[in-house]
């Protein structure tokens, strides 16, 4: 069993940065493939970004490229999501997700995601 834990959530002005950071548990953490997918209110809860276990392999959803970036240290067991550039539209719920079976072709795939943590709110104001 994996557990997740999301930190680093708040309030920022359009434009601003901001770090996640995703705190894990568990044996099989340096195993596992992550994720970082974002509800907004009425919408479905979205990809972000991924990476592959050992870090080698990145995965980003068109709307984040080149504002956001993933990133994991093992042997902290850590997993971070750097936003930069800030946009109201990311006002969202973050979760950060673990997965021991993803591959490339369904490292986007909400349902291949075993282990979910409880999600920090970041808001963006204009």
């Known amino acids: 069993q994996v557990q997740l834990v999301e930190s680093g959530g708040g309030l920022v002005q359009a434009g601003g940065s901001l770090r996640l950071s995703c705190a894990a548990s568990?044996?099989?953490?340096?195993?596992?493939?992550m994720g970082w997918f974002r509800q907004a209110p009425g919408k479905e809860r979205e990809f972000i970004t991924g990476i592959s276990s050992n870090g080698g392999r990145t995965f980003y959803a068109d709307s984040v490229k080149g504002r956001f970036t993933i990133s994991r240290d093992n042997a902290k067991n850590k997993v971070y999501l750097q936003m930069s550039s800030l946009k109201v539209e990311d006002t969202a719920v973050y979760f950060c997700a673990a997965s021991t079976r993803v591959t490339e072709d369904t490292v986007r795939s909400r349902g291949k995601y075993d282990y979910w943590g409880q999600g920090t709110q970041v808001t963006v104001s204009s």
């Open positions: 568990g044996r099989t953490f340096s195993n596992s493939a």
